[in-house]
């Protein structure tokens, strides 16, 4: 009889034990990882996830990065690739012939002309003569900054003559892209990244990854918020480092996206100024309104669109761009660190 | 219940209580300090407590390098071979999720078990 009660008692305390222990680790949740990598976009790629175990999240990283490298490879204007046509094929067959691209190219550029009607011509991915006139002074200045120079001026007048968006010629149908002007050439810099983002956000849930931060190069991309629920908290930089804090302010985010333009981080110096690689379409130089100007959006290629945009116009013109469009709001930081909101921007917290 | 069953319930419940709290203890005591971890190209090279003034020179075979300065329990990059010097700009990082960043060299130098900061990622023009 004894040897039964104790068997019984030994029996209840094991279930006891067995019940703390699994609240113990059900306690823990599961655990948050991150990844990191290169080689998309000219910039580093940064995911935090929730997972299994960290061999399941390296996995799912390991396809978000073949699935960036993807768009990375079709939005490529310096490099061709075996077997695909890329913008790189497009800018080559320009004034020659049209080119049978994928359909995520066609998708874009259909994107991208539709925003270039929003935006008055701000965002114009048929300026790559301009852009690529730049990219060469920036590159040369950052090498040799002793003797950085800055494009000339009738240069730059002169390649803004081919520039025209209408010379995009894009068949839907036939799902060919053709630039009728032989010296034009396309730059999706300002919107490819944003679009890539979008579609690896919803790459990411097809993959099992429902509760996701990805940033991609500081253009940042909630999937769900965090695994408790709560949203994640997304600082917005200090453009200006050397005075105040890291971040000027936060952001809770659950969903969409947060995109940043601005002057700091990529910029060369020609004698003591400072000459940022976003360029205005209207002036043909680098502009001149704000520090940075951060969109959020539920769509990423919405939010990297208009963040370039923005940053290419005054406030008062944003503004109202801004006001006429749902589910987008934007902050601009203003030279002196000046901040100024969309009317639904919501901030977490002052930093 | 006879004496004896108590006796057993209650060393169990003792165990078990002794059991947690050395767990707990256990990850209080291995609580690690904040430290710069320097990863290139993804892969981790090195850890440096940030409690611990230090410099580390990292280089790689093709030249290039980055020069990493611990102090007063920050780190920031003093020098770098890239030609952009975003790195070296950047101003020195402490907190949790913090990171100094060199993209020409692939190298990202990040804090872990630092001062929770709240934010999980920055948005920035990168």
Redo the contacts between chains.
Sequence with gaps: M?RI??AK??A??AL??AG?AFI?CKSRGPVRYE????DCF???T?V?GYAESQEDFSRKVGLLKEKLTWYHRLFDIYHSYDGIHNLKTVNDAAGKEAVEVDAQIMDLLLFAKEMYGKTEGKLNVAYGSVLSLWHQYREEG??DPAHAKLPPKAELEARAAHTRIEDVVLNEKASTVYLADAQMSLDVGSVGKGYAVQKLAEYAREIGLEHA?V?V????CAIGG?ADGTP??????N?R??SGG??IT?VDLASGS?????????YYEVGDARYCHIIDPGTHMPPDYFA?V?VQAEDSGIADALSTSLFNMGFEEGLSLVEGMEHVEAMWIGKEGETRYSSGFKVNEEK | MKKNDVILAAALIGIALAAFGGAALYSQLTTKEPEAVVRLDGEEKGRYPLSEDTTVEIRQEDGSYNILRVESGKARILKASCPDKVCVSHRPISRQGESLICLPNRLAVEIENGAESGIDASVLSR
């Excluded at chain 1, 990844?35 to 290169?38: E, P």
């Excluded at chain 1, 940043?260 to 981080?265: A, E, K, L, P, W």
């Design positions: 004894k009660r104790y008692v030994l209840a305390a006891v034990l703390l113990l990844g990191q990598f290169y000219d910039t580093v940064t935090t950052q090498k931060l940033s190069g500081g253009n940042v965090k994640w908290k997304v600082g917005v930089e453009p480092p050397d890291t971040y936060a947060i995109v940043t333009s601005g002057d700091y981080q990529r940075s951060s």
